[in-house]
């Protein structure tokens, strides 16, 4: 009579024994695919971008939380780029794009002036090509007047000294015939919103095409921004402020802004 086969291989094995490996390993792989994804997706297609400044209210506004599309410009001449969505810039266009002088960081600017056109501004209204450009997006101060921006270009002894690029104030008697600005091949003219606040090609000169980083679509949040807390409070009352705007966060999300599309 034989014995009864009492082999590791015959025992029971406990329901989870084997499952709990392949679980973790299910989890592994889809935290993987997932950082993968966000990666892919803010590096090539969209990206988080906050507005700092006032330059280009009243379309958009400080706090103002968008959505940049960064595969709408992506083009550069590769065969199989008829089959994708990329287009152009066009005038018209907000992009968003990196800053050409120090740190390069990111800007926000409405694209007014194309390669090969000629610009030029008399009393705050800017003409292409000698034809008046319609603009119904652009603000003004009536109380203000600055000989520099609401007319430009201005001939080069009378370019100020102050907040214009030292290499902006070089160059452009460069790209001036006859009072207009000749806007150079792969350049762009950009300009803010709201013209009287707002530092642009007037002041540091060209886009490159290079650095144009994509066009923002899409506004997901917007929060009024508070005034900052004082560095000379002391840490308990720092901490109470700040606890006291978060807690504030909802009061001062302008609701009315969110998922409005950027034009």
């Known amino acids: ?26 989890y592994t792989e889809s935290l993987l695919v997932t950082v993968l994804l966000v990666l892919f997706g803010t590096s090539f297609v969209v990206q988080a971008y906050k507005i700092p400044s006032r330059s280009m209210e009243q379309t958009l506004l400080v706090g103002d939380h968008l959505l940049v599309n960064k595969f709408v410009y992506g083009g550069r001449g590769a065969w199989y780029e008829k089959f994708l969505p990329y287009r152009d810039v066009r005038r018209g266009d907000i992009i968003v794009f990196r800053f050409p002088y120090d740190d390069h960081a990111h800007y926000v600017k409405r694209v007014i002036g194309l390669p090969g056109e000629r610009l030029r501004i008399v009393n705050q209204q800017v003409y292409i090509n000698g034809e008046p450009l319609e603009e119904p997006y652009k603000i003004h101060n009536p109380d203000s007047y600055d000989p520099y921006e609401d007319n430009f270009p201005p001939p080069a002894n009378l370019i100020p000294l102050r ?14 015939e006859q009072g207009e600005l000749v806007i150079p091949p792969g350049k762009y003219f950009v300009l803010g919103d709201n013209r009287d606040s707002s530092l642009d090609s007037r002041y540091w000169g060209f886009v490159d095409r290079e650095n144009i980083m994509g066009q923002p679509v899409l506004i997901y949040w917007s929060l009024e921004v508070p005034e900052p807390t004082s560095s000379d409070l002391a840490w308990d009352d720092r901490l109470a402020g700040w606890v006291h705007r978060l807690l504030a966060v909802p009061r001062h999300t302008r609701w009315q802004r969110m998922f409005r599309l950027v034009r």
């Open 1 to 26: 009579m034989s014995e009864p086969d009492v082999s590791p291989r015959a025992q029971p094995v406990p329901p989870g024994a084997r499952r709990r490996p392949t679980l973790w390993r299910e």
């Open 163 to 176: 907040n214009v690029r030292p290499e902006w104030r070089q160059a452009l008697p460069q790209h001036v």
